[in-house]
């Protein structure tokens, strides 16, 4: 899954930085009118491997591997027409699916909830901490829904014990608590460590390859990004900088490679990102 950081977020994600300046249609450094997707093949400084436009600047960013062929590529979710935008290539053009969600929640992710190797929707309720996960990347209520999580949690999602499944989680962004959730329904959590905080967003990924998703952490104003191979209290973490102001993080596959590395997905966020100000520093 991609655990996407509150994009999850973070799919990968959570859904929720670019190199070099954005050129929107008021000119550089505009907002634009698509959002824009930067995305860079190893987890270190350096400029973007890949770049293009999709899905509309209003929008969520969500990463998933759609189709089942190894790759991550780019979603959208609109808060507002609550239509899901997924794209099976990391290149400008249409969506290969696009529908319309009945299920309720305001933040998009995605994550692998049935272990076939396909990455599908969920949506999460930040007041509610309520999850609706599906099955199928269509429309159609939710497969799973339970409540998870605690007042100011933010979601994230990936296979925290190697069983090819993905299950949920929460990050605290004023604490830095972590708490990790071995299965897709209510209950405590199965794994709870402290890393980071202070504001930043949380990021999930495979950063080594073992087959594990593990935490991490991006703070806006600095575009730093703190990537730690162990679900655990500790110090040690990857270390760099890459990104420009205003850009959100994402992460995933982008190569089929099997290590997930860090993306940028650049938009307006004025539709849906204010509420997450009240729990970060911008």
Same mark, same amino acid.
């Given at each position: 899954?991609?655990?996407?950081?509150?994009?999850?977020?973070?799919? &990968?994600?959570?859904?929720?930085?670019?190199?070099?300046?954005?050129? *929107?249609?008021?000119?550089?450094?505009?907002?634009?009118?698509?959002?824009?997707?930067?995305?860079?093949?190893? $987890?270190?400084?350096?400029?973007?491997?890949?770049?293009? %436009?999709? *899905? %509309?600047?209003?929008?969520?960013?969500?990463?998933?591997?759609? $189709?089942?062929?190894?790759?991550?590529?780019?979603?959208?979710?609109?808060?507002?027409?609550?239509?899901?935008?997924?794209?099976?290539?990391?290149?400008?053009?249409?969506?290969?699916?696009?529908?319309?969600?009945?299920?309720?929640?305001?933040?998009?992710?995605?994550?692998?909830?049935?272990?076939?190797?396909?990455?599908?929707?969920?949506?999460?309720?930040?007041?509610?901490?309520?999850? %609706?996960? &599906?099955?199928?990347?269509?429309?159609?209520?939710?497969? +799973?829904?339970?409540?998870?999580?605690?007042?100011?949690?933010?979601?994230?999602?990936?296979?925290?014990?190697?069983?090819?499944?993905?299950?949920?989680?929460?990050?605290?962004?004023?604490?830095?608590?972590?708490? +990790?959730?071995?299965?897709?329904?209510?209950?405590?959590? $199965?794994?709870?460590?402290?890393?980071?905080?202070?504001?930043?967003?949380?990021?999930?990924?495979?950063?080594?390859?073992?087959?594990?998703?593990? !935490?991490?952490?991006?703070?806006?104003?600095?575009?730093?990004?703190?990537?730690? $191979?162990?679900?655990?209290?500790?110090?040690?973490?990857?270390?760099?900088?890459?990104?420009?102001?205003?850009?959100?993080?994402? !992460?995933?596959?982008?190569? *089929?490679?099997?290590?997930?590395?860090?993306?940028?997905?650049?938009?307006?966020?004025?539709?849906?990102?204010?509420?997450? &100000?009240? +729990?970060?520093?911008?």
């Amino acid at each position: 899954m991609r655990g996407d950081g509150i994009v999850s977020q973070s799919c &990968r994600g959570p859904a929720y930085a670019t190199v070099g300046r954005l050129v *929107g249609a008021g000119g550089v450094g505009a907002a634009p009118a698509s959002m824009a997707w930067n995305l860079r093949n190893s $987890n270190s400084s350096g400029g973007a491997d890949v770049t293009f %436009s999709f *899905g %509309s600047a209003d929008d969520q960013p969500v990463a998933g591997d759609w $189709n089942g062929d190894g790759v991550t590529t780019p979603g959208t979710f609109s808060p507002v027409s609550r239509t899901w935008m997924l794209r099976d290539f990391n290149s400008a053009g249409p969506a290969t699916i696009q529908f319309a969600t009945v299920m309720t929640g305001d933040v998009a992710i995605a994550g692998d909830w049935d272990g076939n190797g396909t990455e599908t929707i969920g949506l999460f309720d930040r007041g509610t901490q309520m999850w %609706s996960l &599906r099955n199928t990347n269509n429309a159609g209520p939710a497969d +799973l829904v339970f409540a998870y999580g605690s007042p100011g949690g933010l979601p994230v999602v990936g296979d925290w014990n190697g069983d090819g499944i993905d299950t949920v989680g929460t990050f605290n962004a004023s604490t830095g608590d972590w708490s +990790l959730r071995n299965s897709n329904s209510s209950g405590p959590p $199965n794994v709870v460590f402290t890393f980071d905080g202070e504001g930043r967003l949380p990021v999930v990924g495979d950063w080594n390859g073992d087959g594990l998703l593990t !935490t991490g952490t991006f703070d806006r104003p600095t575009r730093t990004w703190r990537l730690r $191979n162990l679900n655990s209290t500790g110090a040690g973490a990857n270390t760099f900088v890459f990104g420009d102001p205003g850009t959100l993080p994402i !992460t995933g596959d982008w190569n *089929g490679n099997g290590v997930d590395t860090i993306g940028a997905a650049y938009g307006t966020q004025r539709l849906w990102l204010a509420p997450l &100000r009240t +729990l970060t520093h911008n």
